[in-house]
């Protein structure tokens, strides 16, 4: 007869009515709601495209120190982009 081995669990589960309340973090500032995922949310699509190694360590490092996301830039050049050209209105 094989063994089952049993985990521990890692961390307790929170007794109900102890802790704040579930819109607020301990130290009681609010929370803001999760944000859909990206790749969840139906008016964001996947988009792949080719970059040198280079552009993209640089860029990579530079959002880091910003805390934005490469997605981001990306809609926020392609919109600017579409803007200036006349072909876009958002």
């Known amino acids: 007869m094989a063994k089952r ?8 589960e929170p007794v109900k009515g102890h802790g704040p309340p ?10 803001e709601p999760k944000r ?11 988009f792949t495209t080719y970059i040198k190694k280079t552009t993209h360590l640089g860029v990579k490092t530079r959002l880091v ?4 996301e490469l997605s ?8 600017n982009w579409l803007r200036e050209s006349g072909s876009f209105n958002a």
């Open 22 to 31: 579930a819109d607020q973090s301990a130290n009681g500032n609010r929370k």
């Open 72 to 79: 981001d830039l990306v809609e926020e050049l392609l919109s």
């Open 36 to 46: 859909l995922a990206k790749s969840a949310d139906p008016s964001f699509m996947k």
């Open 65 to 68: 120190s910003k805390e934005k």
């Open 5 to 12: 081995s049993v985990k521990a669990r890692d961390t307790e």
